[in-house]
Structures are given as structure tokens and as C-alpha cells.
């Protein structure tokens, strides 16, 4: 019965909530793990094939979630409300820089590129990575405006290399150390630029739904692709970002629908989006 499903998740949930409250839970939990990165999350990723299969488990919900995702970092960059105007010409963001971290097999790399940005995607995971190049070169288009290297943020900031905007979207939820995660984020934004992030919540709602029904009932994610108590709640990220000196400039609830595989924006309680600007005179790199 879902009704019981459901009021057991929330018993459950709850339990969990008490036990992992604030910052206080171990991220780690003895996983191997190499600054930001934990091996056992990135495992959880390298045999997967079928990211561009629009319907395929894997990657279903990330096709659509471009809905929201693209017009939110266009417009943080364009400088204007969100979807508030068309744009007037194809590629509204020629000129600009994207660095897309954690970004797979290139989901939104893609469109941002097609905008007319000059978007890099890293990701620690050479398949993606793989996936990502020979997608990309069946459309000319992309050439020259889109390139992808299998590392991590830690790889690119000694080379001092800075974005107009760099971009986590599904992330944070599986690195070991969510403040450093964001400082090495925010070291690679130009002054000026911004930082967007996507991620879930770490509620009741979102146990029950992101992990009990999209995991183990509806099937939408293999079982063990999201743990609970890494999840980040909005009021922990807006503060390891406004901690360094960025400014928060928006928060969104994102809500999802699996029954028509549309996004629109909602309530925090389970997806949610944050994005923050550099200030223009800023004491730090």
C-alpha cells in the first residue's frame, strides 16, 4: 500500500534526520577517497552507456531537466530575470565562457554550446568522457565551441584558467567535502561571473521521494545512486558560498513529474537550484 510506503519513509526519514542533522554526519563514511572526489561515488557511474537515450533510467530525467537548468544559467550570465524575454538572435551567449563540472557524458554541455558559449565539461569519469567526445562530433556545429577532459576541478586551478560561469549540476551530492567542493568552484569563476548549482535537498520528502520511489519503487534510478545523508540542504550551500565572499543571487525550488518527464519550477523539498555571482572587486582567487 503506498500509503503506508509512504508513512514508513517518513518514520524512517525522520529517524535519519535527527541522526544526520546539520553538518555533523561523516560524508566520507570510509569510502576512498582523493580531495573532493569519492571513488565509490564515481563508480557508480563509469559503466553507464546510454546517457543520450532521452528514455533510457540513467539519464531520462537530466534530458528534461534542461527545461530549467539552461534558461537559468543563460539568463544569470545574460544579467537579466529569469525567462523573462526571447532571445533575439541564436546564440545569446557568444563570447562567454562555461566550465561544467561533473558533467557526463555532456547533457548540458550541449545546449549551452549550441547558445554560442565556449563550454569545457570535466568530469572523473574517462567513459563519460568518452560518451561525451563522440556525441559532440556528429554535430559541426560544436566544433570549436566545445571541449571535454576527464579530471577534476583540482586539475584546472593550477593552471589559473577562470569561467564567466562554472556550473554543478547533480554534484555536490556525491563529493566528500561539500565547502571545498564550492571554494574550488568559486576560485574558477571570474570576477563578475557566477556560480550555479543543482542538487537535492536533505529532507523527509526527499528520502521519500528521491530515493524510496525514484530508487527502489518507480525504478527512474538504479538502487544506491543517491545516500541520504549527503544530500545538502539550500541553507548549507548558500552558506559555504556566501562563507567565501560570493553573492547569493537566487534559490529555486525545482519539481519534477516522472509521469510526463517535465520540470517546472516549486517547492525546495526535494530538487532545488542556487546560483551566486563573484563581486567584480573580489579579495580572493
Known amino acids: 500500500d503506498l500509503r503506508m510506503l509512504t508513512s514508513w519513509c517518513g518514520i524512517r526519514s525522520y529517524r535519519l534526520s535527527r541522526a544526520f542533522s546539520g553538518n555533523s554526519f561523516n560524508r566520507m563514511n570510509g569510502r576512498n577517497e582523493e580531495g573532493t572526489v569519492i571513488k565509490d561515488e564515481i563508480d557508480k557511474f563509469a559503466t553507464i552507456n546510454d546517457w543520450w537515450d532521452p528514455q533510457a533510467r540513467s539519464a531520462r530525467g537530466l534530458h528534461s531537466m534542461n527545461q530549467l537548468r539552461v534558461p537559468l544559467i543563460r539568463d544569470a550570465l545574460l544579467k537579466r530575470p529569469l525567462a523573462t524575454q526571447r532571445d533575439e538572435v541564436a546564440t545569446p551567449l557568444e563570447g562567454y565562457t562555461v566550465l561544467d563540472v561533473g558533467c557526463g557524458a555532456g547533457l548540458l554541455c550541449e545546449p549551452l554550446a549550441r547558445l554560442g558559449a565556449r563550454v569545457k565539461g570535466i568530469d572523473p569519469v574517462a567513459n563519460s568522457i568518452s560518451v561525451a567526445r563522440d556525441h559532440a562530433s556528429l554535430d559541426p ?55 550555479v548549482l543543482t542538487t537535492i535537498n536533505r529532507t523527509l520528502t526527499s528520502y521519500a521521494l528521491a530515493i524510496v520511489m525514484a530508487e527502489y519503487v518507480l525504478g527512474l534510478l538504479a538502487r544506491g545512486t543517491h545516500t541520504w545523508s549527503m544530500f545538502v540542504t539550500p541553507e548549507e550551500l548558500a552558506g559555504h558560498l556566501t562563507t567565501i565572499g560570493m553573492k547569493v543571487e537566487q534559490v529555486r525550488g525545482m519539481s519534477y513529474n516522472p509521469l510526463n518527464n517535465q520540470w517546472s519550477w516549486g517547492y525546495q523539498w526535494v530538487n532545488y537550484a542556487i ?5 567584480v572587486l573580489s579579495s580572493w582567487v
Not at 275 to 279: G, H, V
Open 141 to 195: 556545429v560544436l566544433s570549436g565551441r566545445l571541449t571535454y577532459e576527464c579530471g577534476t576541478m583540482e586539475d584546472l586551478l593550477t593552471a589559473r584558467v577562470q569561467y564567466d560561469a562554472v556550473v554543478a549540476s547533480e554534484v555536490v551530492e556525491h563529493v566528500a567535502d561539500v565547502g571545498l567542493f564550492v571554494k574550488q568552484q568559486c576560485q574558477l569563476v571570474k570576477p563578475g561571473g557566477v556560480a
Open 275 to 279: 546560483q551566486a555571482r563573484k563581486p
